[in-house]
């Protein structure tokens, strides 16, 4: 849009100002509104209806009680590209194993979850960055004049500015020698002469062709932020050369690379060596100009953002026209208290028209008490779904055949959950080195991880013999997805199985 065209919006923006200071008041007294509803310690839920007409869903979650918390998913587990419904990713992630408190054990009970930011419609694939239980998933883009909504281990919330990775700052270290080797980037397909690392998120396997080299390192801890000196540390599992697409178990990384870069991995591992990688991103404000003094070190979750509306308490003055125009929203908001999730529904002219993000931006100084406020991807993909029940009316309609219509979810990239982690429990039915035999009638799935969410590896036959092997993490026997699993060796395989297949 030229300048000319935004000072044409500027008096109607004036004007809707003035408008707003009647519709939201400063008292969230007007309206018919419904009081915030505990849904589980530290995660509430809250209905408002309010002259407009507007509807909206929100979630707030207490920043001070340490058993709550917020991730974010990823459609199908893989940012190779996939897209799922919210309700299918809540399903996806509930009841998983999390890193939440710096340690593997502990599962996720989603109980809030929103859609997240825009993606490419064609292959899944999320625009921006993410960061999805401490691993580093998809880099944000190189100078672009924001990141995404973040939220650390340290229970900080920010919202990024402009990031530059410096690539001699993303580097592998091997420990055995000291040497040094840049890598180019994570979770993208390798280009020629490139060294590449892929996490478990971003497919079963690396996708890659059966040239170069493939170190697989298991971690003592995701693949996080972490600038050097600091590091992510791990152990040499396997040598891989001239073999490509490598399964990636769910605790470990593989390093990937091809032509001149392969031979700097070839002189410098070997099956056992320790291995660290060290991830920096340097942080500016959204002119890229000057620093940020938010740090990205260690963020726990994140997922790209577009518009922020409410920097400090101050209503921010947007002039594009997607700002202006009222549309279905959804948008993150916060303040030293809380962490809010909100949706609103739009198109609907006798009941929710929808918002601008200057109404988005009073809503939440007004009737929330936030500081701080950004939108995620709006329109047919706003999308709140609590405890599995989908909240809001999605603006995505079919017709059906009786010529009647209804709301549906619509497929996304990703998405941003409120999370409480249940404890860690364990199974004491085997020991390490005991010997086990696959007893279903059929065929069972061994997995990359430890939990149905997890791709299958292979499947082995009835009556196949193994070896309970003792996981480096101490998740032996791990509670997840309603059961219990082991880490197994069978013959060439190595994968997690549930213990109602083994005895």
Same mark, same amino acid.
């Given at each position: 849009?030229?300048?000319?065209?935004?000072?044409?919006?500027?008096?109607?923006?004036?004007g809707?100002?003035l408008?707003l200071s009647?519709?939201?008041?400063?008292?969230?007294?007007?309206?018919e509104?419904?009081?915030w509803?505990?849904i589980v310690t530290?995660?509430?839920?809250?209905?408002?209806i309010?002259?407009?007409?507007f509807n909206?869903?929100?979630?707030?979650?207490?920043?001070?009680?340490?058993?709550?918390?917020?991730?974010?998913?990823i459609a199908?587990g893989?940012?190779? #590209?996939?897209?799922?419904?919210?309700? *299918?990713?809540? +399903?996806r992630?509930?009841?998983s194993v999390?890193?939440?408190g710096?340690q593997w054990?502990?599962?996720?009970q989603v109980?809030?979850?929103?859609n997240g930011?825009?993606?490419?419609?064609?292959?899944?694939?999320?625009s921006?960055?993410?960061?999805?239980s401490?691993w580093?998933?998809k880099r944000?883009?190189?100078r672009?004049n924001?990141s995404?909504f973040a939220?650390t281990?340290?229970r900080?919330?920010? =919202?990024g500015?402009c990031?530059?990775?410096?690539?001699s700052?993303q580097?592998?270290t091997f420990? +055995?020698n000291?040497?040094v080797q840049p890598?180019?980037?994570?979770? &993208?397909?390798r280009?020629?002469?490139?060294?590449?690392? $892929?996490t478990p998120?971003y497919?079963?396997?690396?996708q890659?062709?059966d040239?170069g080299?493939e170190?697989?390192?298991?971690?003592d801890r995701?693949?996080? =932020?972490?600038p050097?000196?600091?590091?992510?540390?791990g152990?040499?599992?396997a040598v891989?050369?001239?073999q490509?697409s490598?399964p990636?178990?769910?605790? @470990?990384?593989?390093?990937? @690379?091809?032509?001149s870069?392969?031979?700097?991995?070839?002189?410098?591992?070997?099956?056992g060596?320790?291995? #660290?990688?060290?991830?920096e991103?340097?942080?500016?404000d959204?002119?890229c100009k000057?620093?940020?003094t938010? +740090?990205?070190?260690k963020?726990f979750a994140s997922v790209g953002?577009?518009?922020?509306f409410?920097?400090?308490? &101050?209503?921010?003055r947007?002039?594009?026209t997607?700002q202006?125009?009222?549309?279905?929203?959804?948008?993150?908001?916060?303040?030293?208290?809380f962490i809010?999730f909100?949706? &609103?529904d739009?198109?609907?002219?006798l009941n929710s028209? #929808?918002?601008?993000?200057?109404e988005?931006? &009073?809503?939440?100084?007004?009737?929330?008490?936030?500081s701080w406020?950004?939108a995620?991807d709006?329109?047919?993909?706003?999308?709140?779904?609590?405890?599995?029940?989908?909240k809001n009316?999605?603006?995505?309609?079919v017709?059906?055949?009786?010529?009647?219509?209804r709301h549906i979810?619509r *497929?996304?990239?990703n998405?941003?959950?409120?999370v409480?982690i249940?404890?860690?429990?364990?199974?004491?039915?085997?020991?390490?080195?005991n010997?086990v035999?696959?007893?279903?009638?059929?065929?069972?799935?061994?997995?990359? #991880?430890p939990?149905t969410?997890?791709p299958?590896?292979?499947?082995l036959?009835?009556?196949?013999k193994g070896?309970?092997i003792?996981h480096?993490n101490?998740?032996?026997g791990?509670l997840?997805?309603n059961l219990n699993?082991?880490?197994?060796?069978?013959g060439e $395989?190595e994968g997690?199985?549930?213990e109602? $297949?083994?005895?």
């Open positions: 849009m030229s300048i000319r065209e935004k000072n044409q919006f500027r008096p109607a923006l004036i809707l100002f408008l009647f519709v939201f008041p400063q008292s969230n007294s007007t309206g509104e419904r009081a509803q505990t530290g995660i509430q839920y809250r209905f408002f309010l002259p407009g007409p909206v869903y929100v979630a707030r979650l207490d920043r001070n009680n340490p058993q709550v918390t917020i991730d974010s998913s199908q893989r940012v190779s #590209g996939g897209l799922e419904t919210v309700r *299918a990713m809540a +399903e992630y509930d009841e999390s890193y939440w710096e054990g502990g599962r996720s109980v809030v979850a929103i930011f825009f993606y490419n419609p064609e292959t899944g694939i999320p921006s960055g993410q960061i999805s401490s580093y998933v944000f883009d190189e672009e924001g995404g939220w281990l340290e900080a919330a920010f =919202i500015g990031v530059v990775h410096n690539r700052r580097v592998i420990l +055995e000291g040497e890598f180019d980037d994570i979770n &993208v397909p280009a020629d002469n490139k060294v590449i690392l $892929y998120q497919d079963a396997t690396t890659t062709p040239e080299i170190v697989l390192v298991e971690l995701p693949l996080m =932020i972490l050097t000196p600091g590091m992510v540390t152990a040499v599992l891989r050369d001239g490509g490598t990636i178990p769910f605790d @470990a990384i593989v390093i990937s @690379a091809s032509g870069a392969a031979e700097i991995l070839r002189k410098n591992v070997q099956i060596d320790p291995i #660290g990688i060290s991830q991103i340097r942080h500016l959204p002119s000057e620093p940020n938010n +740090e990205w070190s963020t953002a577009s518009y922020v409410l920097k400090d308490g &101050v209503i921010q947007l002039g594009e997607g202006i125009l009222r549309s279905a929203r959804t948008a993150v908001a916060y303040n030293q208290d809010y909100f949706v &609103v739009g198109r609907d002219r028209l #929808g918002m601008s993000m200057v988005l931006a &009073v809503f939440s100084k007004n009737y929330l008490g936030a406020g950004t995620l709006g329109g047919g993909s706003s999308t709140m779904v609590i405890q599995g029940q989908l009316n999605p603006t995505t309609e017709q059906e055949e009786n010529s009647s219509s979810e *497929a996304v990239a998405g941003l959950m409120m409480n249940l404890p860690m429990e364990v199974s004491t039915r085997f020991d390490p080195g010997a035999t696959i007893t279903a009638d059929s065929e069972v799935n061994m997995r990359l #991880g939990g969410n997890f299958v590896l292979t499947t036959l009835p009556g196949s070896v309970i003792d480096a101490g998740l032996n791990i997840a997805k699993w082991w880490k197994v060796s069978f $395989y997690w199985v549930s109602e $297949y083994l005895r």
